[in-house]
């Protein structure tokens, strides 16, 4: 199959790697950037705080390498970007009403986690030299064998009653991918912020966050400028930075 991405977007196609954001760190640039990495196996693919994501050979995964140039908060608020184009690329399959946002960085279709996103970064100082977003995505069934998951896993084809191919979706993240980073950089971290908080789960509702050292509970207001979860508790606001969150 031939894939049509954006103007200036490069990619690969690999059969089998340990983690695309393995290939990512190895990446020598010779292709230029952004560049995509797609793989149609990977054998030790990881989520956030190294939990390992399981997929199967109708997964989706991939990452995005970037250069930039920017803050390590710009840097972190592109998590947001790819969530924001990650939920419309789905939304070509499903009815939008059964994707939801849940923060900081999963899609999830009728209440179970059909997607998520990985950052990796590095840089000197106060500069991101290199962003590598990371992003799976359960395009056949659910994977099995899935143990201590907050969200249990749905499958896009469980749902849909078809398969869709890795490579029409990168053709389909990557347009969308393109389309999120331009309103970014043209309008700021506001605009992603409104569009990723109108299809935020839970929203208004009392909600855990738990940050691996304390436990909040509290209804979810939303995020702030910086991306980060924002919970009205019985002692008051409170402003997380990082946390798993459960409802």
Same mark, same amino acid.
């Given at each position: 199959?031939?894939?049509?991405?954006?103007?200036?977007?490069?990619? *690969?196609?690999?059969? +089998? *790697?340990?983690?695309?954001?393995?290939?990512? !760190?190895?990446?020598?640039?010779?292709?230029?950037?952004?560049?995509?990495?797609?793989?149609?196996?990977?054998?030790?693919?990881?989520? !956030? !705080?190294? +939990?390992?994501?399981?997929?199967?050979?109708?997964?989706?995964?991939?990452?995005?390498?970037?250069?930039?140039?920017?803050?390590? @908060?710009?840097?972190?608020?592109?998590?947001?970007?790819?969530?924001?184009? @990650?939920?419309?690329?789905?939304?070509?399959?499903?009815?939008?009403?059964?994707?939801?946002?849940?923060?900081?960085?999963?899609?999830?279709?009728?209440?179970?986690?059909? $997607?998520?996103?990985?950052?990796?970064?590095?840089? *000197?100082?106060?500069?991101?030299? +290199?962003?590598?977003?990371?992003?799976?995505?359960? @395009?056949?069934? $659910?994977?099995?064998?899935?143990?201590?998951?907050?969200?249990?896993?749905?499958? @896009?084809?469980?749902?849909?009653?078809?398969?869709? !191919?890795?490579?029409?979706?990168?053709?389909?993240?990557?347009?969308?991918?393109?389309?999120?980073?331009?309103?970014?950089?043209?309008?700021?971290?506001?605009?992603?912020?409104?569009?990723?908080?109108?299809?935020?789960? +839970?929203?208004?509702?009392?909600?855990?966050?738990? *940050?691996?050292?304390?436990?909040?509970?509290?209804?979810?207001?939303?995020?702030?400028?910086?991306?980060?979860?924002?919970?009205?508790?019985?002692?008051?606001?409170?402003?997380?930075?990082?946390?798993?969150?459960?409802?």
């Amino acid at each position: 199959m031939q894939i049509k991405l954006p103007i200036g977007v490069s990619f *690969t196609v690999v059969e +089998r *790697t340990s983690s695309t954001m393995d290939l990512a !760190r190895c990446y020598d640039g010779s292709a230029g950037f952004p560049h995509w990495i797609l793989a149609k196996v990977q054998d030790q693919a990881r989520g !956030r !705080r190294g +939990r390992l994501w399981i997929g199967n050979k109708e997964s989706f995964a991939a990452t995005l390498i970037m250069k930039p140039k920017c803050t390590p @908060l710009i840097a972190s608020q592109y998590s947001f970007v790819a969530a924001c184009a @990650l939920f419309r690329s789905l939304g070509k399959y499903v009815d939008v009403t059964q994707l939801a946002q849940k923060w900081p960085n999963d899609v999830l279709l009728n209440g179970g986690k059909v $997607a998520g996103i990985l950052l990796e970064s590095s840089g *000197t100082g106060h500069s991101v030299d +290199r962003l590598s977003i990371g992003v799976g995505v359960n @395009l056949g069934s $659910a994977p099995k064998n899935v143990k201590k998951a907050n969200f249990v896993p749905v499958g @896009l084809s469980d749902v849909i009653g078809k398969s869709i !191919r890795p490579e029409e979706f990168l053709e389909n993240l990557a347009y969308n991918f393109n389309l999120s980073e331009q309103n970014f950089k043209k309008y700021g971290f506001v605009k992603i912020c409104e569009e990723w908080t109108g299809q935020a789960c +839970r929203l208004g509702e009392v909600i855990t966050a738990h *940050t691996g050292k304390e436990e909040y509970q509290g209804q979810f207001e939303g995020i702030d400028a910086n991306g980060n979860l924002v919970l009205l508790t019985s002692s008051g606001k409170r402003v997380i930075p990082s946390a798993d969150v459960c409802f």
